[in-house]
Structures are given as C-alpha cells and as structure tokens.
C-alpha cells in the first residue's frame, strides 16, 4: 500500500502512514504514549513533554515527530517512565491542584495520567503559587490554579472554533492564560457552546453548574485507566 | 493626550505597512515614546494590525523591556549578571535607590525615572553597568550612580553622560559611548587585515556549490554555542525548495558573559555583512535580517549608516558585486530584551513579531524557518569567519586550531583578572593559558560557556578550549577564593527562572526547583536527598526539554556539585536529633502563628 511505513515501538512492529505525528501511529496501533497537551485535531504543541520518548537514540516528543521509516522507538521504558513521573509532579506542584474537592476528579487527565503512573504524593516541595481565578463570566469559570499550560483552549478556540478567545501572556514561570478582552472572560466572545471549553485536560475551564452531573466513583478515569481507549479501543469507555 | 497616542500607534503601524509579523518594531517604537504599551495602546494596534488584542498583549507580557505599566521618562535597568554583582552592582542599586527615593520596580512620582533589574547586557569587560533609555553606562560605582541621576534630573538627557567616548568606533558620533572594546589580543582570521569587498568579489566568481565547498573545507563550526558545520547549514538550506530564503545573523548575544559580538559589531561590521552577503549567494537568499539585541540598540544607527554604505558601493542591492542577477538586502530586527532569543528558532519567532517561543524542529530552519521559508541562522562571528575564508582560502584558516576545531575564537574574558576583555585565540589553547593571557592572579574556579556551559576549577585548567573539550561561545568567567560559588550557582539559577520561555514544563517549573533547592542549601536546610534530586531533574531536563535551554540550565548546579563537592557537603549535615532539616519548624509555626493570628506557648519556650 502507498505510502505506509513500518516502525519499531518497544520490540514491536506497527505500521504508520508516512507524514502521521508518531504519537498517532502509536494510537492507531493500540500503543499508548503518555500525553497532556496533544489531542487530535489540532496542531501539535509539545509543551508537557510527557510524550518524550527515545527515536533512534535520541530524545523527543512523540506528539510533534514525524514517522518514518525504520524508526526505532523507546516509549514504556523505566528510565522514560520515571522522567514522565516527574513531570507530572512538577504540574502538580507548580498549580494548586486539590483533587478532592474539584469538580473534575475522574475526568481530569492530570490526575489520571497521575494514577496511571503510580504517583502518590510528588517529590518535589510544592512551590504555593499565587493563582487567580476568573470567574467575570455568568457560565464559564477560569481557575488558574488548575490549569497546565498546555494551550489546547489557545488551539481550539483558534483553530475549531475560528475566535481567539486565549493566549498566554508573560514568561517562564509567571506564563498564564489570558483572555482577549481588557475585561476579562466576560468581556469576550466566548460562548458556552465553544468547544475550546471541552478541551481543557484539567479543571481549570469550566461550566459553572455542571459539575456533578456524574457522580464521583463513576467517571471516565474511575472505572479505567487512562490510555485504555487506545490500548483496547473495543472497551467502550473513555472515548473521548 | 489620547490624540497623540492615536496617532503614534497609527504612524508606528503605517511605517511597517500595518504588517502583523512587524509587531515588534511597533512595540519597540511605541515603548519608548510613551514609556508604556496600555490597554488602550494595545486595542489600538489591535485595530491597525487586525490581531485579536490578546495576542498583542501576549507579545508585550514576554519581553523585558515592553511593559503594560509606565516606565519613567528615564528608564534605568541596571545589569543583574553576576559579573555585575561581584563588581559592585548592589552598591549602585542601592546609590540609585536612595538619590531616586524608589525602589527597583518602581517610578517615581513625577513619572521621570524608574528602576529596574535586567539580565547581563553584555559588558561584563566594564561591569557593572546599565542601561538607561538605551545609553549604556559603565563602570558604575557608588559615586558615579549618584552623579548620574543628579546631572539627569538636571538634563534628562541620558546621551549627554557620556563625557568621553570609548575607544575605536565607540567614539563615532553615531555611535558616541562609553563602552571601550578591551581588545587585548587580535588574531589573525577575525582581525587580521581584509580588504573591503574581496571576499564578495571572490565568491561570485565562484559558484554558489563551489562556495559551500570551500567552507566545508575549512571546517568551519558555528561560534553561536552548538559547534554545527556551517557548509552542512548552507547546503541544507541551498537544496531546500522554496522561491524565497533567508540568512539571519545572530547578533542577540545573551550568554552572560559574552561580548565579543559587541566588538565586532562595533569595530567589524562590514565583515558580518560580507559574511551574510556570501551566505545569500551560496543558499540563494534574497533577504537577510540583522536580529539586535535590545541591549546594543546604541549600535543601531551605526550599522544602518554602514548598511547605506555598502548599498552605495554595490555590495548590497541589485547586481552585487556585478553579478548579474544577484539580488540581496539586509535589514536589522531590534530584539526587545529576552535571552531566549539567541535560540535560533526562538529569534525566528521574534522577528516575525511574536513572542519567543522556540518553534518544534523537525522542521528545521534550513527547511521552513522565518515565515516559512528555508532559512540559516548563523552567529556574527561564524559569519566574519566566512569572510575571512573566502578571502585568503580554506588552508589558511584551517591551519589554525586543531582538528575538530578549526581556525580562533572570540572570548570573552570578565570576573576576577587584570584585563577582562576580548580575546582572539586558536583552538585548542589551554584555559590556563587564557587566564595567564587576562592576568588572572589566582583563580579558584572558572565558568566556561556561560551560565549553559560549566562550572570548572583548578583540575581543568590545562583542557583545551574547543569543542570537544572545554567549547565555549565565548564567555569565561573568572572567579577567585573570595568568591562564594554556591551563590553565583544561585544567581545562575535566578537567571534561568527569569529567561525560561515557559513553553515546556521540564524547563519552566524545573529551573524553579533547581533554584529552591539552591536556597535551601545555602540556608542550611538542605539534605542529602537534595542533591540526589538535584541529579534525577538535571537528566529529565537535559533529555525531555524543547529547546537548548532547559536542556543545558541545570549545569551551572550539577556541574559545581561535581567539581566542588566538598561546598555542598559543608551545608549540608545530618541533624542529630534526626529531623529533617529541610523542614524548617520555626518557619512552620511563624506562618501557621500569622495565619490563625494567635501565638503558640510551645514555640518561645526552647
Ligand atoms: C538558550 C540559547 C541561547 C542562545 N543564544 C545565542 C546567542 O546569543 N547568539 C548566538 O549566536 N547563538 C545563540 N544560541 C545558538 C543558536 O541557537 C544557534 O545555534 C546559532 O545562532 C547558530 O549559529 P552558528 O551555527 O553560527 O553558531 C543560543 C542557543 C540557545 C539554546
Ligand atoms: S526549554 Fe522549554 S521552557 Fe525552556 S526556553 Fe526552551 S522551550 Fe522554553
Ligand atoms: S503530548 Fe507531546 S509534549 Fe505534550
């Protein structure tokens, strides 16, 4: 067939489409590589780096690396494994992320891939940052504590749903979202049917009122791991 | 009031065609007529450039010397490097502090002055310095500090400080400051004697693969910090297909402690245009940009005149060098203060006037670089070699240095020795050797690269500056006994913490960790399981990282714990009670005591 491509991911052969992001290779294939700021449909970011995997011997981003033939890939090994465990505790230190009173425990991806990973409690001193929340707008939330800084609500409002409704401003540490309104959220032309809205991997962007609709114990993350729609896509769960 | 800012922002914008990937230039020029880019400024430009106002904002929040606060009339960023600070920075803080009556990161009531830090600015030759609107000032003491603010509350005139100019071009009246060169050793290839326009000449009469061929033959490796073959560069970037190219010259020089580009942009420029010139030809570029670091904006109006020069000369234009059809200009993209813009991609991102960020690779600039099109990004000095080659030939050059590391570098020598200043040496020299040259009486350890490079002491000094030795940039820090090196790691640390882009967590948040960690070492809190963290986060960083800066910030912390144990294990003991000393318990109860607003018994009894 045109244009296919075999590579290597841990030992395994799968076979890719030539100019596919690795990261969707591994999906079709049913191989999961850990991810935060990837999702499909929009252009690839590569800023968690929880992706990072080893190509050839040398280290990328499986999100923003294109296949090719040949490659052989490290993705579930110890060593990458224990880089993810950390990055994940430095987005857990860096916000201020209290999972048993947010609304989006068992849907959140942070806290899943968390889990996932076997983490308990981070290494690292929490660094209690200052964080601001917006609440300006009569149906949308902001919680800056909350969010990763993955700029999948900067992609989407931008490119799904044609507004530019997020960006970041400031730099390295202090670096936040931002709205496009002097005004704050209220001031946009955010709606709630936005999908950007839908794409926020945490709960730093919210519905206001719908957060209990599931109860505890019976969302997405409750009843599977995260990454197991990939892994075994006939479980029906987790489809998101 | 409102009226004139309209129509600054309409005239700054009409200048640059209302183009949105010259946002920068709007920004810069807006920043210094009014101190400030506000919301209302910012809906403004908004309007003329058509781009979401949020997007505006973003580019403004990212770089030091755009604020959406005012700034005085007079804005003071005085240099935070640590070669600033063993030289006396403080002191002068302090002397600005107390003539102004406000704080850094204040301005004064009359809206006239304000102060505030900024990272190296390149003159750590003549530390500690500033900036003030622009004007760099040298050599700052406690005296100087106060005779400045005291004649600019006179005058308000930052150029008329400069009472006598500085050696060579420093004293050209487009030029006219303060800053000397220290050019203590000149070498044969950056400056040794040229002819003007030789070098062009000869390359058009070569043919563009000839050309290539001849750089690949000198083994030329770029002098910006990553050591990659400049004819691999250019031929990568000659096959890419587009019907536009770009060479870019990396004149950002941000590496603390570097600021031998200075020098050659002051006293060589016409050698970095020749070199880009050359570049054109061999990759096929019709435009080439300048990127200026915020900081040398003194040079601005020098370089331009030089520019107009070589367009007069026909060494720039249509037919260079009459060559039929060989078409080429260069214009110069002021940066607006941000270290992360000496990253290739990142200063790709900036001159087409969006915020720093570096870009993900694949593609590689060669491929699709600025706005798209194939592009070769290459340092001053990388470039002044290329002249250099092309006039005199391969041989000539790669006879000096040594295999690897082929014909002299720049350094730039600071800290403690005799003549700080810039050097011109072969490869392979020995660091020992450097710091006899610069009169080093007795150093103790030397950070070699920058911040990004290491932290070495005496054990290294017979290694050879090359690339795969000790490399360099260009900057070699000198420190002697007196200095307290886990403090200067620290500062090195803040220095990350401030310049991180914030794009990538293992940089953004990792950097903060390493510089807590440095903290609490110093203070006496730290455990031994700290440097075993230490450790673990400096190979996540250096492995997991987007861009060179995450992958390279944790050196100054691992590569001092390495070479310099014994200062970690002095700090850091096992309490013999057992407790965990980076615990802090009497902090604990101070802040629970502020909290609940009641004071414990138990705490004061011990
Ligand atoms: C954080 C960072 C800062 C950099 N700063 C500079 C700089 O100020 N000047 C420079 O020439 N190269 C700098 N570089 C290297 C550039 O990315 C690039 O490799 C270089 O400009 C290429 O030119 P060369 O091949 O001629 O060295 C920096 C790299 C990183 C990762
Ligand atoms: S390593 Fe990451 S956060 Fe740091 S400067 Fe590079 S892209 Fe930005
Ligand atoms: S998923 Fe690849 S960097 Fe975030």
């Known amino acids: 067939m045109p244009g296919k491509i075999t590579l290597e991911i841990d030992g395994v052969q799968i076979e890719a489409d030539q100019g596919q992001y690795l990261i969707d290779a591994a999906d079709n294939a049913g191989v999961y590589i850990p991810r935060l700021c990837h999702k499909p449909g929009l252009e690839p970011y590569g800023s968690c780096r929880l992706c990072t995997v080893v190509v050839n011997g040398r280290h990328c981003s499986a999100c923003t690396t294109p296949v090719a033939n040949n490659m052989v890939v490290e993705n579930a090994t110890e060593n990458l494994q224990d880089f993810r465990k950390m990055i994940v505790e430095m987005l857990f230190v860096e916000g201020n992320h209290f999972c048993m009173f947010c609304e989006k425990s068992g849907n959140c991806e942070l806290q899943g891939i968390a889990y996932r990973l076997g983490i308990t409690a981070p290494q690292f001193p929490y660094l209690w940052t200052k964080k601001e929340v917006d609440a300006s707008h009569p149906d949308i939330l902001i919680d800056h504590n909350r969010c990763i800084l993955c700029a999948r609500c900067v992609r989407t409002s931008k490119d799904l749903d044609g507004k530019h409704v997020f960006d970041f401003t400031e730099r390295g540490d202090k670096k936040k979202i931002s709205v496009n309104s002097s005004a704050r959220l209220a001031g946009t032309d955010v709606d709630i049917t936005d999908q950007a809205l839908d794409s926020c991997p945490v709960g730093a962007l919210l519905r206001k009122r719908e957060g209990y609709q599931v109860p505890v114990g019976q969302r997405l993350y409750d009843l599977k791991p995260i990454g197991t729609n990939i892994e075994s896509p006939s479980t029906d769960n987790d489809k998101k | 009031m409102t009226d004139s800012i309209e129509c600054m922002v309409e005239v700054a914008c009409k200048k640059v065609g209302c183009d949105p990937t010259r946002l920068l230039d709007v920004l810069i020029s807006i920043q210094s007529r009014s101190q400030c880019i506000n919301n209302e400024t910012i809906d403004l430009i908004a309007g003329h450039l058509k781009t979401p106002r949020v997007q505006i904002e973003s580019v403004v929040s990212f770089y030091t010397f755009l604020s959406k606060e005012p700034k005085g009339k007079i804005a003071i960023y005085l240099s935070s490097d640590v070669i600033d600070m063993l030289k006396g920075a403080e002191e002068v803080a302090a002397a600005f502090t107390d003539e102004l009556g406000i704080e850094f990161g204040q301005v004064t009531d ?31 003491n406690v005296e100087k500090s106060r005779q400045i603010i005291r004649e600019l509350k006179i005058h308000m005139d930052p150029d008329s400080l400069v009472k006598e100019a500085g050696d060579g071009n420093n004293s050209n009246p487009l030029i006219h400051s303060m800053v000397r060169n220290n050019i203590h050793e000149k070498g044969p290839i950056i400056f040794g004697l040229l002819n003007r326009g030789d070098a062009i000449r000869k390359a058009v009469r070569m043919s563009p693969v000839e050309v290539i061929r001849a750089l690949k033959a000198s083994r030329l490796r770029g002098r910006g910090g990553a050591g990659f073959p400049c004819g691999m560069k250019w031929e990568y970037t000659r096959a890419a297909k587009a019907d536009c190219k770009y060479i870019i010259c990396n004149a950002d020089e941000g590496e603390p402690g570097t600021f031998k580009d200075r020098v050659l942009l002051t006293e060589l420029p016409d050698r970095i245009f020749a070199g880009m010139t050359i570049a054109a030809y061999a990759i096929g570029a019709t435009e080439g940009i300048l990127y200026l670091r915020a900081e040398y904006v003194y040079l601005l109006n020098f370089l331009e005149e030089i520019l107009q020069r070589r367009r007069v000369d026909g060494l720039l234009g249509q037919n260079i060098a009459n060559c039929e059809g060989f078409h080429f200009d260069i214009r110069i993209q002021l940066g607006a203060g941000a270290y992360i813009c ?25 491929q699709s670089g600025y706005l798209g099109y194939p592009t070769s990004v290459n340092n001053c000095e990388t470039l002044s070699c290329v002249t250099k080659i092309l006039e005199e030939g391969s041989a000539s050059f790669s006879m000096h240095g040594n295999r690897q590391s082929t ?100 940089c953004r948040v990792g950097n903060v960790i390493l510089k807590n960690g440095m903290e609490r070492i110093i203070k006496g809190n730290g455990e031994p399981q700290d440097l075993v963290q230490f ?24 590569t001092s714990l390495n070479n310099f144990p014994s200062l970690y294990a002095e700090k850091i003991q096992i309490d013999p009670d057992g407790f965990q000393r980076s615990f802090d318990l009497k902090e604990a109860v101070r802040l629970s005591e502020s909290i609940t607003g009641r004071v414990s018994t138990h705490s004061h009894q011990k």
């Open chain 2, 407 to 506: 014909g002299t570098k720049l350094i730039s020598i600071s800290g403690d020795c005799t003549h700080p200043g810039v050097y011109e040496v072969d490869f392979g020299i020995s660091l020992r050797e450097l710091l006899n040259l610069a009169g080093a009486q007795s150093p103790e350890a030397v950070q070699v690269g920058g911040p990004s490079g290491q932290l070495v002491g005496v054990d290294d000094f017979e290694r050879k500056i090359c690339f795969d030795d000790l490399p360099t940039g260009g900057s070699i820090m000198v420190f002697d006994a007196s200095r307290d090196l886990l403090q200067i790691v620290r500062q090195f640390m803040d220095f990350f913490v401030e310049e991180s882009c914030g794009y990538c967590t293992p």
């Open chain 2, 342 to 366: 000496g990253e290739e991609t990142a200063l790709i991102s900036s001159a087409e006037g969006k915020r720093g960020d570096p870009k993900n690779r694949p593609p590689f600039p060669a």
């Open chain 2, 535 to 558: 450790k673990q986060t400096a190979e996540m960083m250096k492995s997991c990282s987007r861009c060179g800066l995450g992958q390279t910030s944790w050196k100054p912390v691992i």
């Open chain 2, 110 to 140: 009359d809206g006239n002055f304000s102060l505030d830090w900024t990272s190296c600015i390149g003159m750590s030759d003549q530390a500690p310095a500033a900036l003030i609107n622009g004007t760099v000032v040298t050599e700052l």
